[in-house]
């Protein structure tokens, strides 16, 4: 099944020498190109997904908590794999707190039924063991595991924080002594229960174009109470072969060639801004999955001089983003930011939402909308395909789960991909589809990075080091299906909350 879905490239790590053109922008504070938003090129999907191969990063990854690692796995044809995940005390991954060796088996079972486009996999786990890489992360985890019964008795087989010695190797699980230390320290490998490969072709600023292998696997529960429970219906940012991934991509080489013993320490990024720059026009650089499930490609404008933004959020029935649904647009102001405390190298922003549009897209959810109470969604009116209709008035559309005025409590990144496109990361909506609407609901992890099409650059004090990529504008403008089986009414009105930005 062909889908096209691309991801953003190989992001967060920086390489090359400072040239001409930094310096021009440095100084003009403005991008020597300007970037047209393109279509993605297309992606293949592979179904059944064929996972043989080593697998890695490609930069320094945020979940939930925050905590920040790189991850390399290997899966052989026997599926048998081995995963290495390698976590760090800071936002750059250049600081290693310890090293996870998971070693297990992986059956696919089949095409997943809830999230369209993906394949449901069972894993066994075999053996876990970690590897401290300070006394200090030895602490954290003993510390951790003391917090509960059974994670006392398992943080009595660890060593005392003394006789801690660097490169030892201690088990936290063996299926074969029948020994399970992760439920006691919140660990779980539930990612593996959801699979996606995609391919995809690369042009090359100055070489042919370049097969990149893409793994998608299941996302993380942002309640970090939830995980063990939770079955993942969403992806986490995906990881690239080794072999073939998007060049440049200094962090997949590094990761490559790491194990438990020597984790790999990425490369030093530039200051990370205090104050981002949002002003410009940010969009999706694929179609997008959330968990619960929705497909959708997102485009935001920031107007810097008044604080106000605008952004639409085309919603699909399927995973290559080509059969529209419905269409939000909202609007609104935003509070200057403030670094955050919780997520080093993240941005504390409030985002008002006072003006939304919707357009139905296809004909269930013009049905749907015609049929809800005139005073829940637009007033009095008819609701016809493909026209736009203000819903402030209504203080929203209820049916859609839109709620006027409305505040969300937001965590932003900005940061430059190798290929010196910016990228903006906008933080993870919770997963049970609520709205980070309290301070205390504030995102900890991030979605994927949107990037920026026209505006002023950010000003990184790094290079840029090629023209990018160009990309066209996502969304929007297809044609519309000859309709959806009903029971996709159910999943809109169900399961669609107001997940702003
Ligand atoms: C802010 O400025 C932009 C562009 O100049 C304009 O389109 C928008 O309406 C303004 N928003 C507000 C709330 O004043
Ligand atoms: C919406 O309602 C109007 C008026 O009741 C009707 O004429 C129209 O056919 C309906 N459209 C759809 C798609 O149900």
Redesign the pocket.
């Known amino acids: 099944m062909p889908a096209a879905m691309l991801p953003y490239a190989c992001v967060l790590v920086l390489l090359g020498a400072r040239t001409a053109e930094v310096a021009g922008m440095a100084r003009g504070g403005h991008l020597p190109w300007e970037p047209s938003c393109q279509q993605p090129l297309p992606h293949t999907a592979l179904l059944p997904p064929r996972l043989e191969g080593p697998w890695v990063s490609t930069g320094c990854e945020v979940r939930p908590g925050p905590e920040f690692l790189t991850r390399f796995y290997t899966f052989s044809a026997t599926r048998l794999f081995r995963a290495y995940q390698f976590y760090y005390w800071d936002p750059s991954c250049r600081q290693p707190a310890l090293s996870l060796l998971i070693k297990g088996s992986l059956r696919l079972r089949r095409a997943s039924w809830v999230t369209r486009g993906a394949t449901e996999a069972d894993y066994r786990l075999h053996k876990v063991g970690v590897v401290f890489h300070s006394r200090r992360a030895l602490l954290r985890v003993t510390g951790r595991l003391d917090r509960s019964r059974a994670g006392r008795a398992c943080a009595r087989q660890l060593p005392p924080a003394r006789s801690w010695l660097p490169g030892a190797l201690y088990e936290l699980l063996s299926a074969r002594a029948g020994r399970d230390c992760t439920a006691a320290l919140g660990f779980t490998m539930h990612e593996l229960s959801l699979v996606r490969v995609q391919r995809r072709l690369q042009p090359q600023p100055r070489a042919g174009p370049q097969l990149v292998e893409e793994l998608y696997l299941g996302d993380i529960h942002t309640d970090r109470a939830e995980r063990r429970h939770y079955r993942p219906t969403g992806y986490q940012r995906p990881l690239q072969s080794a072999l073939h991934h998007a060049r440049p991509c200094p962090a997949c080489v590094l990761i490559a060639r790491s194990d438990e013993h020597h984790p790999p320490v990425l490369p030093p990024r530039p200051a990370l801004r205090l104050r981002l720059r949002l002003r410009g026009r940010w969009v999706s650089a694929g179609c997008e999955v959330r968990p619960a499930v929705l497909f959708l490609t997102r485009r935001f404008t920031f107007?810097g001089?008044?604080r106000?933004w605008?952004g639409y959020y085309h919603h699909f029935s399927d995973p290559a983003c080509r059969q529209p649904t419905f269409t939000v647009y909202a609007?609104g102001?935003y509070t200057r930011g403030t670094p955050s405390a919780k997520v080093r190298g993240g941005t504390d922003l409030v985002f008002q939402v006072t003006r939304a549009h919707v357009t139905p897209m296809d004909q269930v959810t013009t049905a749907m909308l015609n049929f809800s109470e005139p005073s829940s969604c637009g007033g009095p009116g008819a609701w016809s395909l493909g026209t736009e209709r203000d819903v402030t008035a209504t203080n929203g559309c209820l049916p859609l789960g839109i709620r006027l005025p409305h505040v969300e409590y937001e965590l932003f990144k900005m940061e430059q991909d190798p290929l010196g496109q910016s990228l903006l990361f906008i933080g993870q909506r919770p997963t049970d589809g609520s709205s980070p609407d309290t301070p205390e609901k504030r995102p900890t992890s991030y979605q994927a990075p949107l990037v920026l099409c026209d505006g002023v650059a950010p000003d990184f004090s790094r290079p840029q080091p090629h023209r990018p990529l160009l990309q066209k504008p996502l969304g929007g403008g297809g044609p519309c299906p000859q309709g959806v089986p009903l029971h996709s009414l159910l999943l809109v009105v169900g399961l669609v909350f107001l997940q702003w930005l």
């Open positions: 107007h001089h008044n106000s605008e609007a102001r």
